[in-house]
């Protein structure tokens, strides 16, 4: 299978699944926001950012590593295997330790703690199930990541669903997160083992030495992204309180709704990526090029219609008593335009082997970001926190940019460019027929942008190609299933 089509089969599997699981949790948030308020969403909220915290020291890096390795070469796939299951269940025991150890010293509210303790124990299963994950994604097997994305949202949105329909709080929604990771991790061992055999577990020391040693710095990258986008959640808890964090996760979770264009596709791409790095540069130049029209596409795009449409988004999402959480959608949609070519930077980084300037640079966010969070959440609460991660993406991108930029050359200048006129005309559009209904306007907008996108030569036949390569693959996906 060439390039282009097995990035098109991998985003589609992943966007296929990803339209399914976001949908599920979409749901699953607004429906816990209206049936338990405010506070108690806050405190679920919390609780959910420090457990994918926790969950990226767990998997340390490993899963990166292999995935990059096996992907240039599937004849590593049993050594990977036997050291990375053992590996995989130290750091997930360490992880979960450390986590309650945390939880203890925080001194949350005591229904807080609680249900801190019983997400540690999902927390352990939900690392274990990345032993085999990984495979899914070296072998470019995507289909069977999607198919455990969706069951693991299914399983919470229809258990958590009926017991909040039944008046179970916080404690009981926290039960359901440890049952359904342990479903999936015995999920992930079924898959696996149909795909490959799996090999008798035996550890190499020297192996192992070269996997942490090299996994360290892809660790360190994924604990410094993650706690980049979950700190100012954790710190708002702590500086602010429970309530304030229900109504800046409200808006986070629209704008991590449509972040996933973006996260889905350099997650489908990355082992094309690192298949192309050392195959000469010109491939992987022309590679990464398509990708950042298309990633700018998106975001020229979706930051002006959110931001316009913020008010009625929220409303129809959330309801009137979430009033507060249209300032912080009208704030946080602006971190799409540098998060959207900063992915594709940070990438391309961990493909070509510059794992160690990436952390450095993941490193500088996450400082950066703490101190601004520090300085601005007592000041402006919320308004502070998203400032703050609008600011801290900035230098990210433009850092991440500035070492790319040096081996690899890309038009990036000239293609932002030719979506500016594009996005001009939707602004317009939108502010003089505002009194357009709502679904009318947005599809008058959506035809006006991509018209004035082919016009500059925003859109090229590569782009036309790639989008709809991945709409009938698409559409055979759904067919096949169903």
């Avoid at 022309?286 to 409303?315: N, W």
């Avoid at 959330?318 to 959608?329: E, I, M, N, P, R």
């Avoid at 930029?405 to 990036?412: A, E, G, H, R």
């Avoid at 907008?445 to 016009?455: I, Q």
Wanted: aromatic share 14%; net charge positive.
């Amino acid at each position: 299978m060439n390039t282009k089509k097995t990035v098109i089969k991998n985003i589609s599997s992943l966007f296929g699944a990803q339209i399914l699981t976001t949908l599920f949790t979409s749901i699953l948030f607004i429906y816990i926001a209206r049936k338990l308020g405010d506070e108690i969403f806050g405190k679920y909220s919390f609780i959910l950012s420090l457990t994918t915290i926790f969950l990226i020291i767990s998997k340390f890096g490993i899963n990166a590593v292999a995935i990059r390795d096996v992907a240039r070469d599937t004849s590593r796939l049993n050594k990977y295997i036997k050291n990375i299951i053992v590996l995989q269940l130290l750091f997930s025991t360490l992880s979960v330790i450390i986590f309650i150890v945390f939880v203890t010293l925080l001194n949350m509210p005591p229904d807080t703690t609680h249900a801190s303790y019983i997400f540690a124990g999902g927390l352990f299963f939900q690392s274990m199930s990345f032993a085999f994950r990984w495979i899914f994604h070296a072998l470019q097997i995507m289909e069977l990541e999607s198919l455990e994305r969706v069951s693991e949202r299914f399983l919470l949105l229809t258990m958590s669903g009926l017991l909040l329909w039944k008046g179970y709080g916080l404690i009981s929604l926290s039960l359901v997160f440890l049952i359904t990771q342990l479903t999936i991790f015995a999920l992930s061992l079924f898959f696996a083992s149909r795909k490959i055999k799996i090999p008798k577990i035996k550890l190499n020391l020297s192996f192992c030495k070269y996997l942490i040693r090299t996994a360290v710095f892809f660790a360190l990258c994924e604990m410094l992204w993650i706690i980049y986008f979950k700190i100012d959640i954790v710190m708002l808890a702590k500086l602010k309180g429970e309530t304030e964090v229900g109504w800046y996760n409200a808006a986070y979770v629209v704008v991590n709704f449509v972040s996933l264009i973006s996260a889905l596709s350099m997650q489908a791409v990355f082992p094309v990526l690192s298949n192309l790095y050392g195959k000469g540069k010109n491939k992987l130049e022309e590679t990464a090029e398509k990708l950042f029209r298309y990633l700018i596409l998106s975001a020229f795009f979706i930051v002006p219609v959110v931001f316009l449409f913020s008010d009625k988004i929220i409303a129809l999402l959330y309801g009137s008593d979430y009033s507060h959480s249209v300032t912080a959608l009208k704030i946080l949609i602006f971190v799409l335009i540098f998060l959207f070519p900063g992915n594709l930077f940070a990438h391309i980084l961990a493909s070509s082997n510059r794992h160690k300037m990436l952390a450095l640079i993941n490193f500088i966010g996450v400082i950066v970001n703490i101190f601004l969070n520090f300085i601005l959440i007592p000041k402006l609460s919320y308004i502070g926190a998203g400032l703050s991660t609008i600011i801290t993406e900035i230098i990210l991108c433009f850092l991440l940019y500035n070492v790319v930029s040096k081996f690899l050359k890309l038009k990036s200048l000239k293609i932002i460019l030719s979506f500016l006129p594009s996005t001009i005309a939707i602004i317009l559009i939108i502010t003089i027929a505002s009194n357009l209904p709502t679904i009318p306007l947005i599809i008058l907008v959506f035809l006006v942008y991509f018209s004035f996108a082919c016009l500059t030569g925003g859109i090229t036949k590569e782009t036309l190609s790639l989008i709809s390569g991945i709409i009938k693959k698409q559409s055979s996906l759904y067919h096949k299933d169903y």
